[in-house]
């Protein structure tokens, strides 16, 4: 075939069956078409919309109550006679997403925006990931996993920072199989302990991070690698195990506990340092620095399920096992 020559793929009608070519590929003029395809005309629909009809009106009702649906289930740890006040921060926010029938277009973007951007719900259950799936996909067989997160309160990032500390640390239920019948029971059961080991003052608990390395290493009772927690104090790691060991209902031992200390110190305050990286300036990037993470939620990875089964979680983001209230 010549080159510069474009090829000219004919359509398909509404069988699938390809029409013939309209043009000589090689030579692109024009073909008489051996016959000339069957246009089936339809009549247009009688027009039943009425003659006062207004459209931001109609889309208004449409849109409000499936919007404000999506809100409840976003604040579900509200009880259902819930009135609005703001009286609390949680339902403060609540008010402010909760369209009105009197809103303008400008009232209903923002609250739009407050729920699905600057609260997330249009980011709820997304992961972003890049490659292969493995390393992020539940075990295809073992036993139940436990993952309790926390990250810092966006108050108490400092200056310059743009993304939230945060950490994570998790259990094996070496007492629990994936096929045991009782085993929505128990995450229940375990749930409420989280509740009570995890929360205070109807907020999550605050661990400080630095950079020790604390582990724990204890496979029969479900920490098989050495779970590591990076902490400012060993006192601090020491406290999120015992409270992980409460929970799962297992013996905590002091001697399994292993203390890395680098002799690089950890990052305070804010990072003004820079490097120049494919041509463009970037900051350093802070090693361990010392910084509040507060629990958010606990999750578990069940094999053989592919969702995660969410505890309970301090965020509103996630249908729990155990509601969280403020």
């Known amino acids: ?162 993304y939230r500390a945060d950490a994570e640390c998790s259990v094996r239920l070496m007492k629990l199989e994936n096929t045991s019948l009782n085993l929505r029971e128990k995450l229940i059961e375990i749930a409420i302990e989280i509740k009570s080991q995890f929360l205070l003052n109807k907020q999550g608990i605050v661990l400080t991070k630095g950079k020790l390395c604390i582990s724990y290493k204890d496979a029969k009772n479900g920490f098989p690698n050495g779970t590591k927690i990076l902490a400012k104090t060993e006192e601090d790691a020491i406290d999120i195990y015992q409270k992980i060991c409460n929970v799962i209902d297992v013996v905590f031992n002091e001697k399994n506990i292993n203390v890395g200390n680098p002799k690089r110190p950890s990052t305070i305050g804010e990072i003004t340092e820079t490097q120049t990286i494919m041509g463009k300036k970037r900051k350093v990037k802070a090693y361990r620095r010392v910084d509040n993470v507060r629990f958010r939620y606990a999750y578990c990875l069940v094999p053989g399920e592919p969702n995660p089964v969410f505890l309970i979680d301090t965020t509103g983001k996630y249908d729990s096992l155990v509601k969280f209230s403020y």
């Not at 407050?114 to 490659?131: E, M, Q, S, V």
């Not at 309160?153 to 200056?159: G, Q, T």
């Open 1 to 162: 075939m010549p080159d510069g020559i474009p090829v000219y793929i004919p359509p398909h009608d509404e069988q699938g069956r390809q029409f013939p070519y309209t043009s000589d590929i090689t030579t692109g003029s024009t073909l008489k078409p051996a016959a000339t395809p069957a246009i089936k005309v339809v009549d247009p629909a009688e027009e039943s919309l009425p003659d006062n009809f207004q459209p931001f009106e109609h889309l208004q009702g449409i849109y409000v109550p499936e919007h404000n649906a999506l809100v409840g289930q976003y604040f579900s740890d509200h009880p259902n006679d819930w009135k609005p006040n703001i009286q609390t921060a949680r339902s403060s926010l609540r008010v402010a997403c909760t369209m009105l029938d009197t809103d303008n277009q400008l009232m209903m973007n923002l609250r739009h925006h407050l729920l699905f951007d600057l609260l997330g719900y249009g980011r709820k259950g997304l992961a972003i990931f890049y490659g292969s799936r493995e390393s992020i996909d539940p075990p295809v067989v073992g036993y139940p996993k436990i993952t309790f997160y926390f990250s810092q309160d966006s108050a108490s990032m400092p200056a310059g920072e743009n």
